[in-house]
């Protein structure tokens, strides 16, 4: 009998949504979502289809304005959405799930030298002294490539590579199992990004980390993906590992997704996408992407469920006679033996 698929992150049935005065914004709107050991996830999609709300979910980094917060959210085999607030913050964020923002200079403190505020997290969370912290810091500022005469600077005083390299150091101090970065290349220019994300490759390969990554640079994350998970309207509509992804797509929304990158070698035209994204406050009631999709036919009105179609998965009528619906599991898949 085959052995149980087993992961790092599992998500269920997960809900985020907003209070605002027009109503509740359907930010992440029922996502089952999966990570395994090791592996990159690239999450792409149009700016406001709650890629970043997503991972703010995880990580329970929400503003006060929540409205509705509710699902699973193993890490480990543990739901980590029973834990309270205190045991969340010091169990899990910054110990097991650090985070690298997209512009590393609103994340740094202007005020205190940078070697510090990578070491600081080790002195709370695992109660070091300030100079083992700061040796730590030492070594992990080599590792990313950020000279040792940098830990006594401000973050003014570096460029915005070396502030996200420092960003990077900081979310590996503590040894994670996962790391986020919320398109932490996109204030960077392309020579510092291709550095950066050779940086985050070293990491995966030496140190074993898995990551999610927020990008709309979907041509240099393809170099790190291992899967990749398409989100439109408050919805994954699409996973699948990267492979298969970028060789065929197979939800129509991710299909014009591809074709609207440029690419090297070839001659095809590059397409749009029609039209806008549903508002998320009154999002339609069957397929989120009917109103644009150019295959779209009368079955679209409803609501498709997640179909498995190869191993992959997507969220879509069109795949109804080649795929079984996917059903969620009674108890979460485990990371390890």
Not at 34 to 49: D, K, M, T, Y
Not at 101 to 127: C, D, F, S, T, Y
Not at 150 to 156: E, G, K, Q, S, V
Request: glycine letters at 6%; hydrophobic letters at 45%.
């Amino acid at each position: 009998m085959a052995s149980e698929q087993r992961y790092l992150l599992k998500v269920e049935d997960l809900v985020l949504y907003f209070q605002t005065r027009r109503g509740l914004v359907q930010a992440v709107d029922h996502v089952d979502f999966h990570l395994g050991e090791n592996r990159a996830v690239v999450i792409i999609g149009e700016s406001g289809c709650g890629k970043t709300s997503l991972t703010r979910a995880i990580m329970r980094l929400l503003p006060r304005n929540v409205g509705r917060f509710e699902g699973r959210v193993y890490l480990d085999g543990e739901d980590i959405m029973l834990l309270d607030d205190e045991e969340f913050r010091t169990k899990i964020r910054w110990n097991k799930i650090t985070w690298v923002p997209q512009a590393a200079m609103n994340a740094l403190n202007p005020v205190i030298r940078v070697g510090e505020q990578v070491a600081e997290p080790l002195i709370l969370h695992r109660k070091m002294s300030k100079a083992e912290a700061l040796d730590r810091a030492r070594e992990l500022f080599q590792y990313v490539g950020v000279p040792e005469a940098f830990l006594t600077r401000y973050p003014f005083e570096l460029s915005g590579g070396m502030r996200q390299r420092v960003a990077i150091a900081m979310a590996l101090i503590t040894d994670p199992r996962l790391i986020v970065l919320d398109e932490p290349t996109s204030a960077l220019d392309v020579l510092t990004q291709a550095n950066i994300y050779n940086v985050l490759k070293k990491i995966k390969w030496e140190l074993g980390a898995s990551y999610i990554l927020i990008t709309h640079d979907v041509a240099t994350a393809s170099e790190l993906a291992d899967d990749v998970a398409v989100m439109y309207a408050g919805q994954i509509v699409e996973m699948s590992d990267a492979e298969s992804f970028f060789k065929e797509p197979l939800h129509p929304y991710a299909r014009l997704l591809m074709a609207s990158v440029p690419r090297l070698h070839g001659d095809e035209e590059l397409e749009f996408i029609p039209g806008q994204p549903p508002s998320l406050l009154n999002p339609p009631k069957g397929c989120r992407f009917a109103d644009r999709c150019p295959l779209a036919f009368a079955k679209c009105q409803e609501e498709p469920p997640m179909f498995r179609v190869d191993g992959r998965m997507v969220k879509c009528w069109l795949f109804e006679d080649q795929g079984e619906v996917v059903i969620r599991e009674e108890t979460p898949a485990v990371a390890g033996d």
